[in-house]
């Protein structure tokens, strides 16, 4: 996905070999060392052939042939997520700064590092609709709140599940905007074409959105997602309160990343075993109290750093220019 964004922005791009050496079998491990020291490599001719002035790197193995490489070179390490991952925590050792969400990452990083509050970055494109032109790109009314269902671009089966199974009892009393991602696409469009045609209406299914991700965060008044590092940045730019069910295979990344917006009562937590029993209760309280679900669009819109992408390019710069100096 990362080489078709990059190449769609007119950017080159040009892989590094690597895998991953932390939970894999003893079976895989040797063989991915090879790859990280063939990745080494690999990073030493780039940087040869790029001569770059500073590097910016957001996390995962990739990045630990070329932050070893590069140790001469300025870097930058963004930590999208409020604990960072195993690979940022050994960048962590070569980085000249470290760009955080927000205050509680500190704790996480050793006190001589130089850690700087960015904020996330997000889409730019992001922000262009008003909720009436979302509404229409969307064929939503302004008869019921709008919630905005979504998983990543794989989709999140838990999630998807939950919904379809509850779906007759969802809409009489909110429009759901539903990216279900590839993985379970065939199997909700078959839920759709079964769904009471005088309520059908109100359910708007997609196996993804790209360009239009922001009218859905435009036209939403809740939304039930996973808490990856993205609705760090996201949720809050759009003020959107939020029911998370944090991912429970992917460490405790998402659990921190909601428990942060839980513990600013700005979200709501469920847990990926439960999402099935609780989900329509949940919505149906926070659709009924409309002055709960506004102190949360309070709450969730005060953690917003909307400069976020400037600040890390101010960072970037900064360091730039003191390579130049040296």
Known sequence: MEETLVKQAGLEFTAIPAAGIHGVSLKSLPGNILKLCAGFFASRRILRQFRPDVLFFTGGYTAVPMA?????????????????????KALTKFADAIAVVCDESRKYFPKKKRVVISGYPTRKDLQNWSRDEAKKKL??????????????????????????????????ICQIVHV??????????????SINPMIA????????????????FSSADLVLSRAGASTLGELPLFGLPAILVPYPYAWRYQKVNAEYLVAHDAAIMLQDEEIGNRIVSVIMELMANREKLTLMKKNMRSLAMPEAARNIAILLEELSVRKQTK
């Open 139 to 172: 064929e939503l009314t302004s008869v019921k709140p709008v919630l905005f269902v979504f998983g990543g671009s794989k989709g999140a089966r838990s999630i998807n599940r939950a919904i379809t199974a509850n779906i007759e009892q969802l809409l009489p």
């Open 180 to 193: 279900t991602g590839e993985l379970d696409w065939e199997e909700i469009q078959q839920v759709y074409a």
């Open 68 to 88: 070893l490489a590069a140790i001469r070179y300025p870097q930058l390490l963004f930590v999208p997520d409020i604990e960072p991952g195993l690979a940022l």
């Open 201 to 216: 209406s109100d359910y708007h299914i997609t196996p993804y959105l790209h360009e239009e991700m922001g009218a859905a």
